[in-house]
């Protein structure tokens, strides 16, 4: 009968031929002609290969942090951060929302008296309103828009006022371990393209310092 699938058994071989226009159905997935499986794992899965058109078993990989994943870039993570996506690296970064107060912390290497140290930190964004600063010492401290401002101000001494438009957003001097409020807050910004502030701490105490420098502000654009 043309229409019947005959079985042959003969010793250790078992042969199934079956008649034209009938299907065979496949007693396992890897019997499908568009499967291919290879040292097949526990807990593997199949993924459809558009380039040979083929269902493959590959691993499952989990990652249990956004830091593990491919297309997040997390540095230096602060509190009530938010993840804003990055066309130019095609990566999700972690950042400042807007409208969010922020501290951010500076230690210095140990500095002599007189000696400078300068510094940048970023975490404020482009535009900020500067609140306190603390620092753990007797010290002058600088805070400018750009890297060129702060340059320029090499010269200046702590009795001399910055002149108007110098790129010196705020200065505090410390006697002794302070925090200073600024009242009313003073609005700062960086200057395009530089993506950190410019800063600059000079000890004035009669002995060495390690400075610790803490500056809170409102950041105004991301």
């Not at 997935?29 to 290969?49: A, C, H, K, P």
């Not at 593990?68 to 804003?84: A, F, H, R, V």
């Not at 210095?108 to 500067?130: V, W």
């Amino acid at each position: 009968m043309s229409d019947e699938i005959e079985v042959i058994l003969t010793p250790n071989v078992t042969e199934v031929v079956v008649p034209e226009g009938n299907v065979l159905l496949a007693e396992s997935i890897g019997q499908l002609s568009d499967v291919n499986i290879t040292s097949l794992q526990d807990t593997q899965f199949l993924r459809y290969n558009t380039s040979t058109q083929l269902w493959t078993n590959e691993n499952v990989t989990f990652t249990s942090t956004v830091s593990g994943l491919s297309d997040t870039t997390i540095s230096n993570p602060q509190n009530n951060q938010i993840l804003k996506y990055d066309s130019t690296s095609s990566k999700w970064v972690n950042s400042n929302s807007a409208n969010n107060r922020i501290q951010i912390t500076h230690t210095t290497a140990s500095l002599n008296t007189n000696q400078t140290e300068e510094f940048s930190i970023s975490g404020f964004g482009k535009s900020y309103a500067l609140h306190s600063i603390y620092i753990s010492g007797g010290a002058w401290l600088r805070i400018y828009s750009d890297t060129a401002s702060r340059n320029a101000d090499a010269l200046r001494t702590q009795q001399d006022d910055p002149a108007e438009g110098s790129g010196v957003v705020s200065e505090v001097v410390s006697s002794q371990a302070s925090t200073f409020n600024i009242t009313p807050s003073v609005l700062g910004h960086i200057t395009s393209p530089e993506t950190s502030i410019p800063l600059k701490i000079t000890n004035i105490s009669p002995s060495p310092q390690t400075y610790t420098i803490s500056i809170t502000a409102l950041q105004l654009e991301a």
